[in-house]
């Protein structure tokens, strides 16, 4: 049973619009969360990362919002550009388990010029 | 050269064939990944190296055999593989396996991955 869901395979937003993309877990031991962004042909690349002591971690245009007591954790990307089609992974980690990464299956994001 | 390279990029291979990947990192890290992404799946770690021993196994099956000389280099060697091990392999690296999350160093670096098809 995957313990990282990202429900939503695909997302379209306009250019300049907000684009929320949005992941839930069941492992109450995360406590560290990481969105990382990938295009065709490459590897991930790390996008934001909260941990468990916030709710909140804003790096220009992304920022990830944590709802620990609902165990989900959103991404907002504000304004949208082209550049940010690729699909877009979360992946949390705990203490108890040396730090190792779990995935979720990624979001397909579309941003229409 | 920088960040996470991997070779070759893709690769064909028959069921009775053996073949290596190799990852190689340039960020002087010492723990290093290979991780399997399946179509439509998540990605699913296979081995952990921590200053060159291996930490984590998760599973794989012995026709997968990982070695890693070094800190910077990591091979996963392949051989009787089956057609649904088809797949896109990634290698990351990170500074070191379950730092605390407060230091911010233990985020992982990816390669762009080897497409691996078996016929």
């Known amino acids: 049973d995957q313990q990282v869901k990202q429900n939503s395979p695909s997302l379209s937003v306009q250019e300049g619009r907000i684009s929320i993309l949005n992941c839930d877990y069941t492992?109450?031991?995360?406590?560290?969360f990481l969105w990382y962004k990938k295009y065709p042909a490459e590897g991930p690349t790390f996008l934001i990362s909260?941990?468990?002591?916030?709710d909140k971690n804003e790096d220009g245009r992304f920022t990830v919002f944590l709802n620990k007591s609902a165990k989900h954790l959103s991404l907002h990307i504000v304004p949208s550009q082209p550049g940010d089609s690729a699909v877009y992974f979360c992946a949390a980690s705990s203490s108890g388990s040396a730090r190792q990464l779990t995935f979720g299956s990624g979001t397909q994001l579309t941003v229409l010029p | 050269e920088t960040g996470v390279t991997q070779t070759p990029r893709h690769l064909v291979m028959g069921m009775t064939n053996k073949k290596s990947l190799k990852c190689e990192q340039h960020?002087?890290?010492?723990?290093m990944y290979w991780y399997k992404q399946s179509a439509k799946k998540p990605l699913e770690l296979m081995f952990v190296y921590n200053f060159k021993e291996q930490t984590e196994n998760n599973s794989v099956p012995s026709r997968f055999s990982p070695e890693c000389p070094n800190s910077s280099h990591l091979f996963l060697h392949l051989h009787t593989l089956q057609p649904e091990d088809s797949a896109l392999y990634l290698c990351a690296s990170s500074q070191e396996v379950g730092l605390a999350i407060t230091s911010g160093t233990d985020t992982q670096y990816f390669g762009p991955g080897t497409r691996l098809t078996v016929l």
């Open positions: 909260i941990s468990s002591i916030k």
């Open positions: 960020l002087g890290h010492n723990a």
């Open positions: 492992n109450s031991m995360f406590d560290y």
